[in-house]
């Protein structure tokens, strides 16, 4: 089910915590690494390599919103919706791009380019409203037309632009 190199990663993080469920948020990003979501298959997997039930691992992926449940796009845009993110105007930016990209949160494009979601506080209470490009990049203060440069740069990108 995973890489012979996962499984040696996953091996490694079980020798640092307690208990092997202590082991459970790190083995997740493990696994997410390799397929870019968790599938029900791949929870029930992770719950006997790791000695627990499928109902705690299933708890975990479904209470983080950093775990995907579905696969995602090459583009995972992910709107902070907390309260300072929701009062500067995230629900506005989510409404924009769900036009911008016909599609709904939660689903992503039939390019399979961007998937638009909802998540709690990424950190960057300041800056709102702010949105993450897949695992590494914060774009903030939003705008509609910083909306319309980002996915602009990345579909320039994904096409081969230097974007």
């Known amino acids: 089910m995973l890489t012979p190199e996962r499984e040696k990663k996953i091996d490694e993080l079980l020798t640092r915590y307690p208990s092997s469920r202590s082991a459970l948020l790190p083995a997740l990003w493990v696994a997410q690494e390799q397929y870019g979501w968790i599938s029900l298959e791949l929870q029930k997997y992770?719950?006997?390599?790791?000695?627990?039930?499928p109902e705690q691992v299933r708890e975990v992926v479904t209470?983080?919103?950093?775990?995907?449940?579905?696969?995602?796009?090459?583009?995972?845009?992910?709107?902070?919706?907390?309260?300072?993110?929701?009062?500067?105007?995230?629900?506005?930016?989510?409404?924009?791009?769900?036009?911008?990209?016909?599609?709904?949160?939660?689903?992503?494009?039939?390019?399979?380019?961007?998937?638009?979601?909802?998540?709690e506080c990424l950190g960057s209470c300041g800056t709102a409203p702010m949105l993450q490009v897949n695992r590494e990049k914060y774009d903030e203060?939003?705008?509609?037309?910083?909306?319309?440069?980002?996915?602009?740069?990345?579909?320039a990108q994904a096409e081969g632009g230097n974007g």
């Open 46 to 53: 992770l719950a006997i390599r790791l000695g627990i039930t």
């Open 63 to 119: 209470f983080y919103s950093m775990y995907n449940e579905r696969p995602v796009g090459k583009y995972h845009l992910q709107v902070c919706c907390t309260t300072p993110c929701m009062l500067m105007g995230s629900d506005d930016v989510i409404g924009y791009l769900e036009k911008k990209l016909d599609i709904r949160r939660g689903q992503t494009t039939a390019d399979g380019l961007f998937t638009v979601s909802q998540v």
């Open 141 to 155: 203060n939003l705008t509609y037309e910083k909306v319309d440069a980002l996915v602009d740069r990345l579909r």
